[in-house]
């Protein structure tokens, strides 16, 4: 069973140090900067904390954390979403097993209404998995930078339409 589990203080470390994991991984798509002592800069993280404008969640299957997710209403494209996917991942361990699909329509459910969601044309897998989860919503794709997607999508169309 998957769960998504608000991150709370209490997990702040758990949630730095899976998310530089993360950030290792996208460094293949970006070129993310490190600090002195060898963390990858993630400008935003602390804002989780303090801004109630932004969830973060754990992706939790079967009690064992196997990824996250980070949300907020900030537009990447000078939209007006209700929700926009900042970040989310499956830990490599965890792919391949529904997870991640399990906790994207949890995460839809819980906040229906508009959405923008990115990915880099390069992430092959991430690019097939935003694309094939938000299919039934008829997303527009709107060009971000040469190299990456927005999906611009809204939750309610699809529930509308039933």
Known sequence: MVTLREVREE?????WNLNQKYL???TQ???N???????IICGYFERYFTDPERKAFLIESGGIVSGFAFIHPYSL????????MAEFTVFPAYRGKHIGEAAVR????MFPGRWEIKYHERNLPAKTFWNRMTEAYHPSHVSYSDQETVLVFNTE???NQL
């Open 157 to 159: 169309q699809k529930e």
């Open 77 to 84: 494209i000078k939209g007006n979403p209700d929700h926009t």
């Open 29 to 31: 798509y970006y070129h």
């Open 24 to 26: 290792y991984e996208m």
């Open 33 to 39: 900067e490190m600090d002195e002592e060898g963390n």
């Open 11 to 15: 997990d702040r470390q758990l949630l």
């Open 106 to 109: 949890e995460i839809f459910r």
